[in-house]
């Protein structure tokens, strides 16, 4: 079993920036790097949405149109964590934001933007921004 939890999310004006965490623990001594890791989110009256995956190694990234250019998806395999650094935001980036991992299903196939593919998920954190 692998946990996930989310941290920093918060309040901010449109136009700031925010940088989420995501720190994995449980059964990831050693494996976490085999891991690929994504963030999703979910507005309110909305379906959850994908927002930004990295591959194991950090090498491959990959966004969601509305997100490209604005926010960047880094990890730390030495910390177990995952970070996704945002800029620029605006009201519309307004929801809940989930941290979720593939626990290394999909190694060596490349990372997914189906939320199917991913297998754990944390409880996710708040992102509220005020225009």
């Known amino acids: 079993q692998v946990q996930l939890v989310e941290s920093g999310g918060g309040l901010v004006q449109a136009g700031g920036s925010l940088r989420l965490s995501c720190a994995a623990s449980?059964?990831?001594?050693?494996?976490?790097?085999?891991?690929?890791m994504g963030w999703f989110r979910q507005a309110p009256g909305k379906e959850r949405e994908f927002v930004a995956a990295?591959?194991?190694?950090?090498?491959?990234?990959s966004y969601a149109d509305s997100v490209k250019g604005r926010f960047t998806i880094s990890r730390d395999n030495g910390k177990n964590t995952v970070h996704l650094q945002m800029s620029r935001l605006n009201p519309e980036d307004t929801a809940v934001y989930y941290c979720?991992?593939?626990?290394?299903?999909?190694?060596?196939?490349?990372?997914?933007?189906?939320?199917?593919?991913?297998?754990?998920w944390g409880q996710g954190t708040q992102v509220t921004v005020s225009s």
């Open positions: 990295v591959s194991w190694s950090g090498g491959s990234t």
């Open positions: 979720a991992t593939d626990g290394g299903l999909r190694l060596g196939i490349g990372i997914s933007q189906r939320e199917s593919e991913y297998i754990y």
């Open positions: 449980g059964r990831t001594f050693s494996t976490f790097t085999t891991y690929a």
